[in-house]
């Protein structure tokens, strides 16, 4: 008994997920041209401000890039169908990584509002 293949069909238009992660990409990357540019530049007195738990960011950073990077792979049918294990580990980084931005963002955010001093309204 003889089994007939079915040829996929490939659309010549772009995808919508395409357009979706190109418009995604240019979000983040308008962000750190303007709220983020401090990144770049050492002198910038926003530093000051980040100072006391600079060591935080960077773990917080790293685990929210890979969470961004790594997430729209995710969603690759060929990436799925062709490479299973590849699909699946980085399936765990990316939740891996959002399961360490979440909480030290929390903590960055308490240890911000402790050590700012507001003033009394009495």
Not at 26 to 49: A, K, T
Not at 64 to 82: H, K, M, W, Y
């Amino acid at each position: 008994m003889a089994t007939a293949t079915v040829p996929v069909q490939t659309s010549s238009r772009v995808r919508l997920k395409y357009l979706l992660f190109g418009f995604i990409g240019l979000m983040i990357g308008y962000v750190l041209v303007h709220n983020e540019s401090f990144l770049v530049h050492r002198g910038d007195p926003v530093w000051q401000h980040y100072h006391p738990f600079r060591w935080w960011l960077l773990p917080h950073g790293i685990a929210g890039a890979c969470a961004i990077l790594l997430g729209p792979l995710q969603f690759s049918d060929r990436l799925r169908q062709r490479f299973t294990k590849l699909h699946r580990v980085v399936g765990r980084i990316y939740i891996t990584g959002a399961l360490v931005i979440a909480p030290l963002g929390a903590y960055i955010q308490y240890f911000n509002e402790r050590t700012v001093v507001l003033p009394r309204l009495t």
